[in-house]
């Protein structure tokens, strides 16, 4: 009878039932104890019966509870988005991945039908908006614009102690995009060539500076391999943002830069900063009249960086699916295609979920060679 009860307490949302049930069970089987064998075996029967009525309402209130959960989890999947989507990028505004990540979150919106926030969370390299994602709740409300930066370098320079782990703290949706960087100087530097830059810099150890949007940050990684690469000395000096270090380029604080086109197309079209070069292979159709590293005789400098974008571990595969065809949908979009050629970056949406792991992995080891080749993890 108390089974049927509870039962149907539980299937209207009441508790007590079970409480009551079970608080009945420890006292009677705690007489029984007090009492002692000499009370009777019917005493101890009915106190094991009781307690075992209990038993059995707690495995029917775990029963519906799982299935009450499974049906909230189904639910929330196949609504998903009701609501507005946190679209986190883990640097400050101005740089490649805030600008680039705007329009797609833009074209995301069109496509889900809800807004989708752009939250800017700079610091440490990117480590600390990254880390923000991999806390947050795995219900596809919280979407990272992930970067190289704090997935496949910060792991391997140590510079930073990680609270997240590049692989299973995520989900990874699908690939955006990777591009070369480019070396700008301020427009009145004495050298207008990666020889001239490299002769100066040889004749000048230490005195000429570099930018980057912080430490661990692809535009780091780029400055230090140059620097190994042609056995010059630069100094580093980190920013919080790109559009800081951009600021400080065009007043003469620093003396150069690596950046990518996106960010840099602005200044180098108004005679702001000068290109000395590229960290590509090849020659890139918006710039070629700026060599590569590779043209240059440095091969070891070649430097490409990536972006994609992820989700926190645990997130339903529903909603994964839902938002890799929507980015794959916006990232097919004509007006999207053309700003990644016009700033130098290469497609890679072709990567969805089952190619990223893969594509992270590969790159993350190249990453580690190229640190540790140019010995950068130590300085």
Known sequence: MEFGVFVLAQQRGYHQCSRQVI??????????????????????????????????????????????????????????????????????????????????????RTRLGQPVVVENRPGAGGTIGTEFVARAQPDGYTVLYASGGPMTIQPN???????????????????????????????????????????????????????????????????????????????????????????????????????????????????????????????????????????AGYPDAVSVGSTWVSVPAGTDPRIVGRLSEALAAALADPAIVADLTANGQVSIADKGPAEMVPFIVEETARTKRVIETAGIAAR
């Open 157 to 295: 320079l140590g510079l930073t102690k990680l609270n997240y782990d590049p692989l299973r703290s995520y989900v990874h949706v699908r690939g955006v995009s990777s591009a070369n960087q480019i070396l700008v100087a301020t427009a009145a530097a004495p050298y207008s060539t990666l020889a001239e830059f490299v002769a100066y810099a040889k004749a000048n150890p230490g005195k000429v500076n570099f930018g980057s949007p912080g430490p661990g940050t692809a535009q780091h990684l780029a400055g230090e391999m140059f620097q190994a690469a042609a056995g010059i000395k630069l100094t580093h000096v980190p920013y919080k943002s790109g559009s800081s270090q951009m600021t400080d380029m065009m007043s003469g604080i620093l003396d150069v830069s690596f950046d990518y086109l996106a960010v840099l197309r602005p200044l180098i079209d108004t005679g702001k900063v000068k290109v000395l070069g590229t960290t590509g292979t090849a020659r890139l159709a918006a710039l070629p009249d700026a060599p590569t590293v590779l043209e």
């Open 23 to 108: 608080n009945n069970a420890v006292e009677q089987t705690v007489t029984a104890e007090a009492v002692g064998s000499g009370a009777g075996s019917g005493l101890s029967g009915r106190s094991g019966s009781t307690v075992m009525r209990a038993l059995l309402c707690l495995v029917a209130a775990t029963t519906l509870a799982l299935q009450a959960g499974a049906a909230a989890a189904q639910t929330a999947a196949e609504s998903w988005p009701n609501r507005a989507i946190t679209w986190v990028v883990p640097f400050g505004a101005g740089g490649v991945t805030d600008l680039v990540s705007r329009k797609i979150a833009e074209l995301l």
